[in-house]
């Protein structure tokens, strides 16, 4: 990897590192990052390097065919459950306690064991229920 690409990279994860808890579209991460000096094609060959990586987990957003990714290597992520809301794409980290209460009630009645480092629950926020 030439010491260009190793920049752009470098700008990417640090953008993405700094909005651990959102999900983006490549659009809006090109868009965040016109200023830096990063290309749409590098923008896209490094997501797609973070994702076969496991850094980052990409899902579609609710209702649209558009494609997001959450940065998910950060050391306050790893391991922990997800809540999403389908209304303001915000994501929230699950409290620890009720995380461990619903992967362990999920293990004993459904015999079913959840994979911490893909698992996101989707609904709708308190913010966005209130309007």
Same mark, same amino acid.
């Given at each position: 990897m =030439? ?11 640090? #953008?993405?590192e700094?909005?651990?808890?959102? #999900? ?6 090109e ?12 923008i ?14 990409? =899902?579609?957003r609710?209702g649209?065919?558009?494609?997001? #990714? ?6 306050h ?6 809540? =999403?809301?389908?209304v ?6 699950m409290?620890r306690?009720?995380?461990?209460a619903? &992967? ?5 009645r459904?015999?079913?064991?959840i994979?911490?480092s893909?698992t &996101?629950? #989707?609904? &709708? ?7």
């Open positions: =030439s010491t260009y690409s190793t920049k752009q990279r470098k700008t990417l994860t640090d #953008f993405l700094s909005h651990p808890d959102t #999900f983006l579209t490549a659009e809006e991460i868009t965040a990052l016109s200023d830096r000096g990063i290309s749409r094609s590098a896209y060959r490094n997501l797609s390097e973070l994702e076969a990586e496991g850094k980052i987990r990409r =899902s579609v609710e649209t065919r558009k494609v997001c #990714f959450q940065y998910i290597d950060a050391e992520c790893r391991g922990e459950l997800h809540l =999403s809301c389908k303001c794409g915000k994501t929230i980290h409290d306690e009720t995380a461990e619903l &992967v362990a009630d999920i293990a004993g459904q015999q079913f064991e994979d911490r893909d &996101v629950l #989707f609904g &709708v926020c308190g913010d966005c229920k209130k309007h």
